[in-house]
């Protein structure tokens, strides 16, 4: 029997790769058309100029402090199977940050699990398996927040539209979670099952990686620095408020609050969940537009003060970026083809030994 290939071809999938990406670019290009629809710039230099600057030192500062402490944590969730220094950690974040700035579609989370395994002993599949680990600790907390900021909205007057908004916000959350439970079981059934794990997927004693991976996620699972590593994401998560309310103040707006800030942190970082353009550019700003509105905020001040936001929560990365971009002495562009290849290399492996087990189950 003549095995059919029903994989993608190489070009095909580079091209729905760039259809996808060049969807998402128009996609953030029209979400910052409307952001920037009716912007005084006469006012917004104003604003610039009347800024209290050490409050926007607070905020650039914690800004950069959020990714030392994701760093951390993610060194922590890693230490059982391998010795990884919090400086490489928050090293291959930055860098991998420098590069969602420039490429579409989030490519740093690719890099950076790519560099941390690279200069560590730990495989490239048991890096990015360990940062779904984190997404799911901040899918778990975030979908917590994402209660109490539906709960804080419904104290302030909302018109027809921003009640439908909430009323969309609260059922996307239960799907959220739904998501968040699926792959958290998913994950504990790898860590704590291990040889159930192993023969429930198919032809897992094909592929070497699996096994390596597996058995990781095992050390993993039954090591107390897990439980550590979910700890820690309590001061990461809470430490993200801390440049949205210290630019609050910076521009002296109305009714500045921690909850105020806070429930606009969690809109903006299940916001960042979605495909966008580099840099979070056009999505970023509609949600913390309309977010500042269901606050009560009249619009063309959220403008504006959106505006602000994102320079200051993004140009310190940026800076912070290029400069763990130097240290490690590589060019971007060359880390991401490497990372892409890496990849590609694991699931080539992975496509031979299925149609070598096919060959031998036919035969």
């Not at 490519?107 to 690279?118: P, Q, T, V």
């Not at 130097?326 to 060359?334: P, S």
Request: contains cysteine; glycine residues 6%; hydrophobic residues 55%.
């Amino acid at each position: 029997m003549v095995a059919v290939d029903m994989a993608p071809s190489a070009s095909e999938s580079k091209q729905r790769s760039h259809i996808f990406a060049a969807v998402t670019i128009v996609v953030s290009a029209a979400c910052m058309a409307w952001a920037l629809h009716g912007v005084s710039w006469t006012e917004l230099w104003e604003d610039i100029r009347t800024l209290d600057w050490r409050w926007v030192a607070v905020a650039a500062i914690s800004d950069v402090l959020v990714y030392v402490l994701q760093g951390w944590r993610w060194s922590l969730v890693l230490r059982p199977v391998g010795a990884t220094s919090v400086g490489s950690s928050v090293r291959a974040i930055f860098v991998g940050l420098f590069a969602s700035e420039v490429f579409p579609l989030r490519a740093g989370e690719l890099i950076r699990c790519f560099l941390l395994a690279r200069w560590s002993d730990i495989p490239i599949s048991v890096s990015l398996v360990s940062a779904l680990i984190e997404r799911v600790f901040d899918g778990i907390f975030l979908i917590a927040g994402l209660f109490f900021t539906l709960t804080y909205v419904r104290h302030f007057p909302l018109n027809h539209g921003q009640a439908r908004a909430i009323a969309i916000l609260a059922d996307g959350s239960i799907f959220l979670t739904v998501l968040i439970v699926i792959c958290g079981v998913l994950i504990a059934i790898v860590m704590f099952w291990r040889q159930p794990a192993l023969d429930l997927l198919l032809n897992a004693r094909m592929f070497s990686w699996v096994h390596v991976m597996v058995e990781d996620l095992h050390r993993i699972g039954h090591s107390r620095y897990l439980y550590f590593s979910a700890l820690a994401s309590i001061p990461y998560l809470l430490m993200q408020i801390v440049p949205i309310y210290a630019l609050m103040q910076a521009y002296e707006l109305d009714d500045t609050s921690w909850a105020r800030a806070g429930a606009l942190m969690i809109l903006l970082r299940l916001g960042s969940v979605a495909p966008q353009a580099p840099g979070n550019v056009g999505l970023f700003q509609v949600i913390s537009t309309l977010g500042l509105t269901l606050f009560g905020v009249q619009r063309a001040e959220a403008r504006r003060f959106t505006l602000l936001l994102w320079g200051v929560i993004t140009l310190p990365l940026l800076f912070a970026g290029f400069v763990a971009m130097v240290v490690t002495g590589a060019k971007i562009g060359e880390i991401h083809r490497e990372a892409q290849a890496e990849i590609k290399a694991q699931q080539g492996a992975r496509n031979k030994r299925l149609e070598e087990a096919e060959e031998v189950k036919n035969d």
